[in-house]
């Protein structure tokens, strides 16, 4: 067991290192409900490659980390590690965390030597590998700093010692750049491309989890898609771009707008689905809601008039709001749900509607909001009738959540009825009490 | 202070209601102590008194006294936290031992364990017949009962709330058990921990000092120390000695809190997760400044750490995981339904057990009595509350929002809080006999005279971190007066105003056993109330009452902190928070 990676014969280059077979995830929500996270995902790693996971949250990239990085255990399928049956955490795998996940009661040396500690490495070892580690990521002369002391960007530094320090084959990360600044994330994203490329790094391979597409771009060999509900591949995008990669390249940019499109396709998808089941009978209580803000979405709408003259590359727009396809997602969404936009092949377009929003003022535009969240969005609809029809005019928030907790897990109703809350609110069309955990008609003068 | 939120500990706990489970283990636990009851009164009778060197009023031996007394405390804080890491350790890892460990320990708390302090004697006696060791040990185990339980749940609710990506990474290292209990969870669980165990410290010198001379019948066991030392006085009537124990106790209690407790909390800041700098001043102590600094003392406690470094990186395989049978079947719904099965009836047996101990000599008749002196204590305490609120809150406010007064009252109010009023009651006595004070009315406020502190010292924190931008709006809105206590000022220091409440109300129930019964050498003041109920009954041997007293306090109080404070604490964390 205490055999250092570095004795193992190294795996050669296109050699399969880990094998995922038909890899299924999913969680007890409640007595009887599962939620399916992952379901019949495959995939094959092989040795000198850098692969991304790209997805929006909740597409259960990060689930797949956990179960290579030995955390979790899938319900179903296989994980084969270096031709073995993987169980729990395993020899020559590491992982990155997107907090960076130090002990901050360990200096930075001793967050990097704690790594070995288990390995069974004799105590001066120990020191001398990690001295190397923390040098070779630039760390050198913060030894005997904590990580209180450190910016965001050295912090993850010291996680990369970390990982780094055990010769691991296969480095896992999780979205290791997103809680850092633009810049810092950058410098960091090339210092270590650039460590790769010369072969400075104790690795045969790097599995990186993410939902910026143009971070995939620009460190991936190949990106893999995910899908949300349940998270399953979607579509593998190859990329042959040598290193350094210019963001302005125009091969570059081709990528990044096929990857948009490629995952605005399931986004089309699913809204086509809802609106159909938005018009059945029952239909329509299944979606799943998030939790934007009003101002938001009004913004949006601002944007899209205003500087894109109504329609507009989602790419393009993400670059101009700088923002993640995670923040914005969600909003284009809402937007199609409440038919004030409409997305098709990568391009977002405002609606007749839409537009009218807005060129309205305030209150015009909540009754504009409210006469399409109540046409549009049963639940709302629904919320609406039981309060006209009861003489009370209230009505208790349990009564929705269980409603909604036939077609989804509790967070997921818990979610959306917040957002619900939110809109309705805004849209003045009914009020809700926290306290008393009741929805009414009565507006508070 | 942002601190001060661990002393919460206790309250954290997940529903408001007691639910038959709770009513299941409240059977256990009274059951379990009827049985030490009932092994105690058996062998009360040919028990021989071990030590009886007398104690001596001479002035010039208190400081032995004190260091004897202080030992006591020491040791019942090893205890406290050796029984603080296995409990708490085993709470966390095992879902079963969680489903009982739990409610255990939260009716613990609410046992006024000091009423069992002769059957304890008695059984610590009986380990260690003919020898003193055994009562030492009985008065370090009152020690223990005053911190184990919250030092315990603090622990547990760390563990807990160990973040998920550290235990993520510790998993991804494989760190055993053992190296990842050192690394990860006792430091993070450090700074509330030792927190939770310098708030128990007034339970703790309460007890010690009413432990330390504890009759047995028709023998009084004295083991030298303070508490026994006054209680000398009282039976002399010596005011000059209680005078002099009073500032001895002074002196200690301060020597303690810098050359301990300090230190402790300045250096457990170091394992607080969060990475961004706290608001306001880090906790500061010259003590801990000097070891880290001065090469002497470094040298000094090298050897220590270099122990402390090989047990801690002592190796322990990762977890292997089991075959899937066997995790399928451990962890399956009917291991769950024994289990259950197992405990409900144990707890059974016992609550059968503790009501037939109780019925030999007891019928309904007397438990309404019982529940009626309950209701007297009650209303003492709730009174006393109030009042202690009125007079603290704003004094507390006025203080808090001045950072010079804060910075000086503070740590006095906290001096207070950790002093064992015991100390004073016989000065209390003196001065009820002297202007003929009726004991009903004037024993009660003995029974707060320690606690309320903690509601001086915790509005003080809540209005010392009141958002200074809040302050400027209401001023810049010119609300001045009521309105501004109302809209402002209450609301904003209500959640630390809660947490006090809450710890002055459990000490005060303790309290009323030592303060509806008081003796001034031939002069006995009685209260009517549940604590002079269990007090007659304990001087008499009746272990029955005792145990009958016990078990109605223990539900007053847990009903009161269920059906009261945690609402309002539940109310003041939801609606009042200021994150």
């Given at each position: 067991?205490?055999?250092?990676?570095?004795?193992?014969?190294?795996?050669?280059?296109?050699?399969?290192?880990?094998?995922?077979?038909?890899?299924?995830?999913?969680?007890?929500?409640?007595?009887?409900?599962?939620?399916?996270?992952?379901?019949?995902?495959?995939?094959?790693?092989?040795?000198?490659?850098?692969?991304?996971?790209?997805?929006?949250?909740?597409?259960?990239?990060?689930?797949?980390?956990?179960?290579?990085?030995?955390?979790?255990?899938?319900?179903?399928?296989?994980?084969?590690?270096?031709?073995?049956?993987l169980h729990g955490p395993s020899d020559g795998i590491a992982m990155v965390f997107q907090s960076f996940a130090l002990f901050p009661w360990l200096t930075v040396l001793e967050n990097v030597e704690i790594g070995l500690e288990p390995l069974g490495v004799p105590a001066a070892e120990r020191r001398t590998r990690s001295l190397e580690a923390i040098d070779l990521i630039g760390l050198d002369g913060f030894e005997n700093a904590y990580p209180k002391e450190l910016s965001g960007g050295m912090r993850q530094r010291v996680g990369f010692a970390r990982a780094l320090v055990v010769h691991p084959e296969l480095l896992l990360m999780d979205e290791p750049f997103s809680a850092l600044d633009v810049l810092t994330a950058e410098t960091l994203r090339t210092d270590l491309i650039e460590l790769w490329t010369e072969g400075?790094?104790?690795?045969?391979?790097?599995?990186?989890?993410?939902?910026?597409?143009?971070?995939?771009?620009?460190?991936?060999?190949?990106?893999?898609?995910?899908?949300?509900?349940?998270?399953r591949i979607a579509a593998e995008v190859k990329i042959d771009l040598k290193h350094p990669r210019n963001r302005d390249d125009p091969?570059?940019?081709?990528?990044?707008?096929d990857i948009y499109v490629r995952m605005t396709k399931p986004l089309e998808a699913a809204a086509r689905a809802a609106q159909q089941a938005a018009a059945a009978a029952h239909g329509g209580m299944g979606i799943i809601l998030p939790d934007v803000s009003t101002n938001d979405l009004a913004g949006l709408m601002e944007t899209l008039f205003g500087d894109f003259d109504g329609k507009a590359d989602l790419p393009e727009l993400a670059d101009d709001l700088t923002m993640e396809v995670d923040e914005l997602f969600p909003l284009a969404e809402t937007l199609q749900l409440f038919g004030l936009a409409e997305i098709a092949s990568g391009d977002i377009r405002l609606t007749e509607i839409g537009r009218r929003f807005v060129e309205s003022d305030v209150d015009q535009r909540k009754r504009i909001f409210g006469e399409q969240f109540l046409a549009r969005v049963p639940i709302a609809a629904l919320i609406r009738r039981v309060l006209d029809e009861r003489p009370s005019h209230r009505a208790p928030y349990r009564r929705f959540s269980e409603e909604l907790e036939d077609f989804m897990s509790e967070d997921a109703a818990d979610e959306t009825l917040s957002a619900v809350i939110t809109w309705g609110r805004y849209a003045e069309v009914f009020a809700y009490d926290e306290q008393s955990q009741a929805f009414s008609l009565e507006n508070p003068e | 202070m942002a601190g001060l939120q661990p002393s919460l500990a206790i309250l954290r706990s997940r529903r408001l209601l007691p639910?038959?489970?709770?009513?299941?283990?409240?059977?256990?636990?009274?059951?379990?102590l009827a049985l030490i009851a009932f092994g105690g009164h058996e062998t009360l009778q040919p028990l021989a008194v071990a030590n009886r060197r007398p104690v001596s009023l001479d002035p010039v031996n208190l400081p032995y006294y004190a260091l004897r007394t202080t030992l006591r405390m020491l040791l019942g804080l090893v205890f406290s936290f050796i029984f603080t890491f296995i409990y708490g350790a085993l709470a966390q890892k095992s879902r079963r031992a969680e489903m009982i460990l739990i409610p255990v320990l939260d009716i613990l708390q609410s046992v006024p364990v000091i009423a069992f302090a002769t059957f304890t004697l008695a059984f610590f006696l009986n380990l260690f017949p003919g020898n003193v060791i055994g009562a030492e040990l009985a008065a370090v185990f009152e020690v223990f009962t005053a911190q184990a339980w919250n030092m315990a749940f603090s622990f547990y609710q760390s563990l807990k709330t160990v973040p998920r990506d550290l235990s993520d990474v510790s998993d991804s290292l494989r760190l055993g058990g053992w190296r990842r209990f050192w690394t990860l969870e006792a430091p993070f669980a450090a700074p509330g921990l030792i927190w939770n165990a310098m708030m128990s410290m007034s339970g703790a010198w309460f007890f010690v000092v009413a432990s330390e001379a504890i009759s047995v019948g028709k023998t009084t066991i004295t083991l030298p120390g303070i508490g026994s030392y006054v209680a000398l006085a009282i039976d002399q009537k010596n005011l000059g000695a209680i005078g002099w124990a009073i500032l001895v106790m002074l002196v200690v209690i301060l020597i303690y809190d810098q050359l301990l407790f300090r230190p402790l909390v300045a250096w457990s800041e170091k394992f607080r997760v969060e990475l961004t700098a706290a608001s306001g001043p880090p906790p500061q102590?010259?003590?801990?400044?000097?070891?880290?600094?001065?090469?002497?003392?470094?040298?000094?406690?090298?050897?220590?750490?270099?122990?402390?470094?090989?047990?801690?990186?002592?190796?322990?395989?990762?977890?292997?995981?089991?075959?899937?049978?066997?995790?399928?079947?451990?962890?399956?719904?009917?291991?769950?339904?024994?289990?259950?099965?197992?405990?409900?009836?144990?707890?059974?047996?016992?609550?059968?057990?503790a009501i037939s101990f109780v019925r030999t000599?007891?019928?309904?008749?007397?438990?309404?009595?019982?529940?009626?002196?309950?209701?007297?204590?009650?209303?003492?305490?709730?009174?006393?509350?109030?009042?202690?609120?009125?007079?603290?809150?704003?004094?507390?406010?006025?203080?808090?929002?001045?950072?010079?007064?804060?910075?000086?009252?503070?740590?006095?109010?906290?001096?207070?809080?950790?002093?064992?009023?015991?100390?004073?009651?016989?000065?209390?006595?003196?001065?009820?006999?002297?202007?003929?004070?009726?004991?009903?009315?004037?024993?009660?406020?003995?029974?707060?005279?320690?606690?309320?502190?903690?509601?001086?010292?915790?509005?003080?924190?809540?209005?010392?971190?009141?958002?200074?931008?809040?302050?400027?709006?209401?001023?810049?809105?010119?609300?001045?007066?009521?309105?501004?206590?109302?809209?402002?000022?209450?609301?904003?220091?209500?959640?630390?105003?809660?947490?006090?409440?809450?710890?002055?109300?459990?000490?005060?129930?303790?309290?009323?056993?030592?303060?509806?019964?008081?003796?001034?050498?031939?002069?006995?003041l009685e209260a009517h109330g549940l604590g002079a109920y269990i007090a007659d009954a304990t001087a008499k041997g009746d272990m029955q009452r005792v145990v009958l007293g016990v078990a109605v306090m223990s539900v007053f109080v847990v009903l009161l902190n269920r059906l009261v404070w945690r609402r309002l604490f539940d109310f003041a964390s939801r609606r009042l928070a200021l994150n």
């Open positions: 067991m205490p055999v250092a990676a570095a004795v193992r014969e190294a795996p050669k280059i296109g050699e399969v290192i880990l094998d995922i077979d038909t890899v299924r995830q999913a969680y007890p929500r409640g007595p009887s409900n599962t939620l399916l996270v992952l379901d019949g995902v495959s995939l094959k790693l092989k040795a000198g490659e850098i692969v991304g996971l790209l997805g929006r949250s909740g597409s259960g990239k990060s689930s797949l980390l956990r179960i290579i990085a030995g955390l979790a255990r899938p319900v179903d399928g296989k994980v084969t590690w270096r031709g073995q049956p400075k790094l104790p690795l045969r391979s790097i599995l990186i989890v993410t939902h910026n597409i143009e971070e995939a771009v620009l460190m991936c060999d190949r990106v893999i898609i995910f899908a949300a509900n349940p998270g091969a570059f940019r081709a990528l990044v707008d | 639910s038959i489970w709770d009513v299941l283990v409240f059977g256990l636990v009274i059951g379990v102590s010259w003590l801990l400044d000097f070891v880290q600094r001065a090469r002497l003392a470094q040298n000094l406690f090298k050897p220590f750490q270099v122990l402390a470094d090989r047990i801690v990186r002592f190796r322990t395989p990762y977890r292997v995981e089991p075959p899937k049978v066997v995790t399928e079947v451990w962890s399956s719904r009917g291991m769950d339904y024994a289990w259950m099965g197992l405990i409900v009836v144990s707890s059974l047996v016992a609550a059968w057990f000599e007891i019928g309904l008749g007397d438990v309404m009595t019982t529940v009626g002196y309950g209701f007297i204590t009650l209303v003492r305490v709730l009174v006393l509350i109030a009042l202690a609120s009125l007079i603290w809150v704003p004094i507390g406010i006025w203080v808090g929002l001045r950072p010079k007064w804060a910075e000086r009252v503070q740590p006095v109010a906290q001096f207070f809080a950790a002093f064992p009023n015991n100390l004073f009651f016989p000065v209390a006595v003196v001065t009820i006999v002297r202007f003929n004070g009726l004991p009903d009315v004037w024993l009660s406020p003995l029974m707060i005279l320690g606690t309320q502190w903690y509601i001086l010292f915790n509005v003080i924190a809540g209005a010392t971190a009141f958002p200074n931008d809040l302050l400027e709006a209401a001023a810049s809105f010119k609300l001045r007066g009521w309105a501004w206590w109302r809209k402002v000022a209450l609301p904003g220091i209500f959640p630390y105003y809660v947490t006090g409440a809450i710890t002055a109300s459990g000490g005060a129930w303790n309290a009323s056993i030592v303060a509806e019964v008081v003796s001034w050498g031939k002069t006995r």
